[in-house]
């Protein structure tokens, strides 16, 4: 099946730093990849839709200077989450979509936990 | 308009006994639909998925799902729990209506197996 992959898996990082999570499709291209985050006890929250070659776009109440997105390639979008603090501290899972195959479809990435200190 | 309702918040089961896990949808939309797992302090993992294909859906470590239109429901199941077994569980629907596709992950249910 699709697999989606997401670099790290976990991070720690100083407040006032940037972070940059990874998020690759491996056996498929992705012409749009989308940005989850988790927050405890609740289910997951859109952030942005990521298209290759496009601005991405984002949800209401996420700040895009802050949660910086790049598609860069159809395997591959990046999230920064610039001068990191505490409350930014979460599980953050991207997912790709597959426009091949029988019915298109989304796979989801293991997630990146990250925590700032 | 679309939704998922994992029905139980927590289910605690025996070792060896079955495992259902709830997940009721409604979609507008031709829905794909999935069982994720995550273990503790661990990602999701995808366990098993449904997509317009066999209505009986078989994936990893044991657990089965049968998509059931006519009931709108996706539940999950396992003929034996393990003590691996024991994580949160997650029922995604993914709604695809031309090139639009929303998606909407339920709240989870966490399973408890008891030795």
């Known amino acids: 099946g699709a697999v989606v992959s997401q670099h790290p898996s976990r991070v720690i990082c100083k407040s006032g730093t940037s972070v940059k999570i990874e998020c690759r499709s491996l056996?498929?291209?992705?012409?749009?990849m989308f940005w989850y985050r988790q927050f405890p006890k609740q289910s997951l929250m859109l952030m942005a839709t990521?298209?290759?070659?496009?601005?991405?776009?984002?949800e209401q109440g996420v700040e895009k200077d802050k949660f910086l997105i790049n598609h860069a390639s159809l395997t591959l979008s990046t999230l920064t989450v610039t001068s990191a603090h505490p409350e930014d501290s979460s599980f953050y899972i991207c997912?790709?979509?597959?426009?091949?195959?029988?019915?298109?479809?989304?796979?989801f990435g293991p997630g990146t936990r990250l925590l700032v200190l | 308009a679309q939704s998922v309702t994992q029905l139980d918040s927590h289910v605690s089961v025996s070792e060896g006994t079955p495992v259902l896990l709830r997940c009721n949808y409604s979609?507008?939309?031709?829905?794909?639909l999935f069982w994720y797992v995550q273990h503790p302090n661990k990602g999701l993992q995808l366990l098993l998925k449904?997509?317009?294909?066999?209505?009986l859906v078989k994936g990893i470590n044991g657990f089965e799902a049968e998509f059931k239109k006519s009931e709108t429901s996706f539940h999950l199941t396992k003929p034996s729990a393990h003590m691996s077994d024991a994580a949160e569980y997650f029922c995604?629907?993914?709604?695809?209506?031309?090139?639009?596709?929303?998606?909407?992950f339920g709240t989870g249910t966490k399973l408890q197996v008891i030795p």
């Open positions: 997912s790709a979509r597959d426009p091949t195959g029988w019915g298109e479809t989304q796979y």
């Open positions: 056996d498929f291209q992705a012409t749009t």
């Open positions: 979609s507008s939309y031709s829905p794909s």
């Open positions: 990521s298209n290759e070659g496009s601005k991405a776009t984002y």
């Open positions: 995604v629907v993914v709604g695809n209506s031309g090139g639009y596709q929303k998606v909407t």
């Open positions: 449904y997509t317009s294909a066999a209505t």
